[in-house]
């Protein structure tokens, strides 16, 4: 069975909390270390299969967010940022992939990235 994504997650300092999900879209808000929203993100959430990396980690199939990697194409492709005041586009461009049925593509599903969930 698919370990699903958190709903809360820390990452580089920064909390991530699940506002809404559909199949495989969300959207979290994005706050500081003083709890204060300063964005939010919109992401389609990738299916991982099982892995070994070579220091001896190992992950069950599971579910991950999108990696912010310079080497990915995750962001601005299966992944979206808006800022603080952005609520209502990111809003709409989740409810835009919920609409269209949004899928990640399978040459965009990195199993090896390191990022949160995955």
């Given at each position: 069975?698919?370990e ?20 495989m ?14 964005g ?37 492709t ?36 390191d990022?949160?969930?995955?």
């Amino acid at each position: 069975m698919m370990e699903t994504l958190a709903t809360q997650l820390i990452y580089q300092g920064r909390r991530l909390r699940q506002l809404k999900r559909d199949g495989m879209v969300a959207i979290y808000d994005v706050r500081n270390r003083g709890n204060v929203v300063y964005g939010y993100e919109v992401i389609m959430i990738k299916a991982l299969p099982v892995a070994t990396f070579p220091d001896g980690r190992s992950y069950p199939e599971r579910e991950g967010y999108p990696s912010s990697r310079k080497e990915s194409n995750d962001w601005g492709t299966i992944a979206w940022s808006y800022p603080a005041n952005g609520c209502s586009k990111a809003l709409a461009q989740f409810n835009g992939l919920v609409k269209e049925g949004a899928r990640v593509p399978p040459s965009l599903d990195h199993s090896a990235d390191d990022e949160p969930g995955g």
